[in-house]
């Protein structure tokens, strides 16, 4: 841990950080005019220390290195090559080395500690003439962003240290890692407190009651297959992500968009099916802003600033076949396929034609006139990149209600599931099993960093049946020429998978840093 201890004992003696601004709630003062003996005077001090959480720094290397490799490549849903990280990803030869997992490790205790830094300022320095209501809500915004990087962190790690108060760190830098339950427990203490502080609505891209239900119904049925016999799952935290979901689809007045292209453009940030999205602005510098548009399949037509995407990054055989002939919605939202226009894209020119093979389209947006956004930059894309929205709560909501089943042909789990189904065009389904659901989730949430996190879920209560979808998977890119599709290099020799796939080595510079991380984990509570 001594990498990330230095950057954030030197971040917490000086200052808390706040990057970037926007014309929206996300105008913040200059770095040099916010301390922790000058700010949190008012509750508009707490707005903006909190709007400091959502994007910037903290966020900008995890959304550039991580976001589409662990969650995309990792999962066989895309392949990238020419970057040997990620073909390590691809391959399952992930090592204590690795910079992709490097970056996640220090990006999710980055943005922990700026969390910790911003509840702890809160609870020491705001005055009394702010009330609990709005200091309570403040927190609890922190709270929600703090679980959600522990969440991550658990899925991906399973033991990892807990920080509350990183001044602590000064005293005593070496530390345990936790018990695996128990850092879900902590991800879900902060986001029940989040759902029962925050609004149930607020100013566009603040997450309000129901991010913090929706996510805690996403943690409750992760959690409900850990140290689970037998392929069933645990039913009281089944229950609880039924209840949660079933509170967000129901009683939150939220909808889902009806075009789904239209979730992946820039017109559309923080529309109602977005539950929590990063919010960034344009024009920033190297690491301070949405990195994503790098990964254009385009020329220089579709770039911010007349530069080209850097990689190469396109569906495997395995994902471009799960689609049917009729979900074309979902597909083209999703990935380009030579042939497909997008009149979204150099609409100012007559639109964009794809002639390559295959390629991201999801997070590819465009030029500055696209988006009218004339400081837009190829590192700093305007489009506010979904982590929870509310079609992935459908889907949990149908799953939960599934739960031990076999299948279900239960109105309500079939309701939400077809909700998702119609909107991309295709035909309700009369039952689901968790094959299905599952295969639904991995095509509507393709290229949003999700279908990794379902197979660690399913891991947990059925390992042979996870191990099984890895080692099925085509995980090569591909040609096509007149419907007929040639594999392309997979960039590297796949190794069998097995359960150990499903956990990743610690950071050796840690391990180095901080050999307690080698110990066996120890409880929180």
């Known amino acids: ?134 200091k309570n809500a403040a927190i609890a915004e922190a709270r929600f962003i703090r679980g959600f990087a522990y969440y991550n962190l658990a899925v991906l790690w ?144 579709i770039s911010a600033n007349g530069s080209a995407g850097w990689f190469a990054i396109s569906p495997t055989i395995d994902m471009y076949q799960l689609y049917k002939a009729k979900d074309s919605v979902r597909r083209k939202a999703t990935f380009m396929i030579n042939g497909d226009y997008y009149p979204e894209l150099n609409a100012a020119g007559g639109g964009f034609k794809y002639t390559g093979s295959s390629g991201l389209k999801k997070h590819i947006i465009g030029t500055n ?33 599934l739960g031990n089943s076999g299948s279900t042909a239960d109105g309500e789990a079939l309701h939400y599931f077809n909700e998702v189904r119609t909107r991309a065009g295709m035909a309700p389904a009369p039952r689901i099993d968790i094959d299905s659901v599952i295969i639904e989730r991995r095509i509507e949430l393709a290229g949003e960093g999700q279908y990794w996190i379902d197979l660690v879920r399913l891991s947990y209560y059925n390992p042979v049946k996870a191990i099984s979808k890895l080692n099925g998977e085509r995980r090569a890119p591909f040609t096509i020429s007149n419907g007929v599709i040639t594999p392309g290099d997979p960039y590297g020799i796949v190794t069998p998978a097995t359960i150990q796939s499903f956990t990743f080595p610690i950071p050796s510079s840690e391990v180095t840093a901080n050999p307690k991380l080698l110990e066996a984990p120890v409880s929180y509570y």
């Open 158 to 301: 399973g033991a990892v240290p807990v920080i509350e108060d990183n001044s602590q760190l000064i005293v005593s830098p070496l530390i345990n890692r936790i018990k695996t339950e128990d850092v879900y427990k902590f991800a879900i203490n902060d986001l029940a407190f989040a759902a029962a502080n925050l609004p149930p609505t607020d100013a566009a891209g603040r997450v309000t009651t129901w991010s913090a239900q929706g996510m805690l119904s996403k943690v409750y049925l992760t959690v409900a297959g850990l140290n689970q016999q037998g392929g069933t799952r645990n039913q009281a935290y089944l229950d609880s992500a039924k209840k949660y979901a079933g509170n967000v689809c129901k009683n939150s007045g939220r909808a889902l968009v009806n075009n789904y292209a239209d979730l992946f453009k820039t017109q559309f940030n923080d529309n109602p099916e977005s539950l929590f999205a990063l919010q960034w602005a344009p024009g920033g510098g190297w690491l301070e802003g949405n990195m994503l548009q790098i990964y254009s399949p385009g020329g220089v037509e």
């Open 1 to 134: 841990m001594r990498l990330i201890l230095d950057k954030i004992i030197a971040f917490l003696l000086v200052t808390i950080a706040i990057t970037g601004c926007s014309k929206s709630f996300l105008d913040r003062p200059p770095l040099s005019q916010i301390s922790a003996d000058n700010f949190y005077q008012t509750t508009g001090d707490l707005r903006l220390a909190t709007a400091a959480l959502y994007a910037g720094t903290p966020w900008a290397d995890w959304n550039y290195t991580c976001y589409l490799p662990v969650g995309e490549v990792l999962s066989g849903n895309m392949a990238v090559g020419y970057w040997g990280d990620a073909v390590q990803l691809n391959t399952f030869t992930v090592t204590g080395l690795n910079g992709i997992m490097i970056s996640n490790w220090k990006g999710m205790y980055n943005i922990i500690a700026h969390c910790n830094v911003t509840i702890n300022a809160i609870a020491q320095k705001a005055p009394a003439s702010i009330t609990d209501k709005d």
């Open 369 to 401: 006139k696209d988006n009218s956004a004339p400081t837009m930059t190829l590192t700093s894309s305007t489009e506010h990149n979904a982590l929870l929205r509310l079609a992935d709560v459908y889907l949990i909501y149908a799953e939960a209600i």
